[in-house]
């Protein structure tokens, strides 16, 4: 056997085409595996890489179109543009209750509070003897089984807020804006929203003329800060809808009701509020 083996590496390395299948385990040695093959060095010094500097990349958003309207005429003034990551986001219905539980357990007071049997009034005599009178065991008249004593597992005040990153709540204000916008429920007017009087009957002729009153589902004004005449009259007209300044709007305000008609500086400013997700820079890099 060893001497047929010798004879085949003869004739393989005198150039013979065929080789004999007893020399298969032997080619591994003649040969360089493709997954660990690498080039030879040659006597030439490649010229070395030149490095391309990356600054701060970030994807470019297309932009939406929203018109300014005149308050209350409604009269069609200009057009402007937003980017589609700040009023055209995809419903994300899971992120949007999270934010409505989120705001709603921020504001429970968790003010209720019962008295434990150490918390009453009272002396610790017990009421009667533990046997012999034939009647249920007591203690002192304190118990929570009698009445005037303490309250078994009771409330008491406690903390009902929960956390929600800042990110996902920003993403949840822009969401419902979005929201409006795709469905032609935002309406953005120009600034310095007012009315003459602060009568309920002009604020109830506005709605009915513009089809935003109770019987097409109630609107939700915001301004920036707070008109007098206008809050006062949507007070008086409370079936028709809400008027709220940007601070006091929250993410369930935004679908609560049929539209939203907010100020193009209140707008502004909710979206530049509320979009701590998009200021994220990517540090710079050297690639080769």
């Known amino acids: 056997m ?9 004739r393989y390395s005198k150039g013979a085409t065929t080789l004999d299948p007893l020399m298969q385990c032997l080619t591994p040695r003649l040969s360089r595996s493709m997954a660990t093959e690498t080039q030879m060095a040659t006597s030439e010094a490649s010229p070395p890489p030149t490095p391309i500097f990356v600054h701060n990349v970030s994807p470019v958003a297309p932009d939406v179109l929203a018109t300014i309207y ?44 019962t008295k434990w049997r150490g918390d009453v009034h009272g002396s610790n005599r017990k009421i009667r003897p533990q046997k012999g009178t034939g009647r249920a065991r007591l203690g002192d008249k304190k118990s929570p089984m ?14 009902f807020s929960t956390k929600l990153p800042k990110k996902l709540y920003d993403q949840a204000w822009r969401m419902a804006l979005s929201y409006r916008y795709r469905r032609g429920e935002l309406i953005v007017v120009e600034d310095g929203v007012e009315i003459e009087l602060n009568e309920p009957r002009w604020i109830k002729q506005i709605m009915e003329k513009n089809h935003w009153g109770n019987a097409n ?6 301004t920036q800060d707070l008109r007098p005449n206008l809050f006062e009259a949507i ?19 935004l679908l609560e009701l049929g539209r939203i008609i907010i100020e193009k500086g209140a707008l502004d400013s909710i ?15 050297v690639l080769y």
Request: charged share 30%; glycine share 10%; proline share 7%.
């Open 70 to 113: 005149r308050f209350p005429s409604m009269e069609p003034l200009r057009f402007t543009n937003y980017p589609a990551n700040r009023l055209h986001l995809p419903l994300r219905r899971d992120i949007l209750h999270r934010a409505i539980v989120f705001e709603g357990d921020a504001t429970r007071q968790g003010t209720a509070s």
């Open 2 to 10: 060893s001497t047929k083996l010798a004879s085949t590496y003869l």
């Open 235 to 253: 007070a008086g007209s409370g079936e028709d809808g809400l008027a709220k300044t940007e601070d006091d709007v929250d993410v369930k305000d």
């Open 146 to 159: 009698l009445k005037g004593g303490g309250v078994a597992f009771g409330p008491h005040p406690r903390d």
């Open 217 to 222: 589902g109630r609107s939700l004004i915001v």
């Open 271 to 285: 979206l530049k509020d509320h979009s701590s997700d998009l200021d994220r820079t990517v540090p710079s890099a």
